[in-house]
């Protein structure tokens, strides 16, 4: 399987080694401005009807929040599901027994207090997942990708905070924010973690981490409220996390979207997430099948 890769031999070690990856310009200017407008309109809506349930704003504050499942109010996100880049990623790296778990517009205001639980380390997705580590020739069970639609150029303007290679780690403790108190203390006593670095990138760019990476969100010490969309892929036995997805917003959906979303039309059976649909692996992977390791040899020999 030589160069059947969508990343780099480089890209590929780093992020096997650090637990994170940044793919440079996957947006263009013209699909930053119509997103950054979206988001933008529907944060000022949710700020001013207070829908609490609808974001993490009662959990997280009303600096540093998520809104929960925007492919709710727009159509706008849609084609960031299966992006031609961040998504043949995804599949190369998950293989096509995925869905999408999970969509967020994460908004991270101007601060001078960010020990809120996001501006802690943690990982993410539950104690339990803490102790089970995506080493290296496994499927990890979920992989987030976001998409930065404001600049991020220098330290403290609400950047991912990651310590590399802290994905290969057990915590030894648990939490229900999952949080790392060797980590958190650093930031308790008013200093900065000795490894952790603060990852820079621009608007169009995109960032994949995995979910037992250590990380935090950094203070923003700007004058700018930073906005990404993050999408959340995880191995189909996962439950999906706020993402209610209404009749409205499948039927707009493409085939590959749709299952993507957990829709699998007239199949309905229990085991559905254990056994899908024969078009699963030509749905998701189209003609990279073969290429990334998912041959359908087995239908021929049934
Ligand atoms: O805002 C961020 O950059 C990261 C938030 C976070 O904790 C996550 O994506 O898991
Ligand atoms: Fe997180």
Request: aromatic share 12%.
């Amino acid at each position: 399987m030589k160069n059947s890769s969508p990343l780099t031999q480089e890209q590929s070690r780093f992020l096997q080694e650090n637990g994170y990856l940044i793919i440079e310009d996957v947006l263009v200017k013209k699909e930053i401005q119509t997103l950054l407008q979206t988001a933008n309109t529907i944060i000022k809506n949710h700020e001013k009807d207070k829908v609490d349930d609808k974001n993490t704003r009662k959990n997280h504050g009303v600096d540093y929040y998520n809104i929960h499942n925007p492919l709710e109010y727009s159509e706008v996100f849609d084609f960031l599901i299966d992006h031609f880049i961040s998504f043949d990623i995804i599949r190369y790296l998950m293989g096509p027994y995925i869905q999408l778990n999970g969509c967020h517009i994460f908004v991270r205001r101007p601060t001078s207090n960010n020990l809120g639980n996001i501006g802690k380390f943690h990982t993410d997705s539950g104690p339990a997942l803490q102790r089970i580590l995506p080493l290296p020739g496994n499927l990890p069970l979920q992989l987030k990708v976001q998409f930065f639609l404001t600049d991020v150029l220098t330290e403290n303007q609400s950047n991912f905070w990651a310590v590399p290679g802290s994905h290969l780690r057990q915590v030894g403790y648990h939490h229900p924010f999952c949080f790392i108190p060797q980590y958190n203390a650093y930031l308790e006593r008013g200093d900065l973690p000795p490894d952790a670095i603060q990852v820079k990138l621009k608007a169009g760019d995109i960032l994949f981490h995995h979910l037992n990476l250590w990380h935090a969100v950094a203070p923003n010490f700007s004058n700018q409220t930073r906005i990404s969309i993050s999408l959340r892929y995880a191995q189909m036995w996962f439950k999906e996390y706020y993402s209610y997805y209404s009749s409205a917003i499948i039927d707009r959906m493409t085939p590959r979207r749709r299952r993507l979303l957990g829709d699998f039309g007239e199949h309905k059976s229990g085991d559905i997430a254990y056994r899908p649909p024969i078009d699963q692996v030509p749905l998701i992977l189209g003609d990279k099948a073969e290429l990334y390791g998912w041959s359908m040899k087995w239908l021929e020999d049934r």
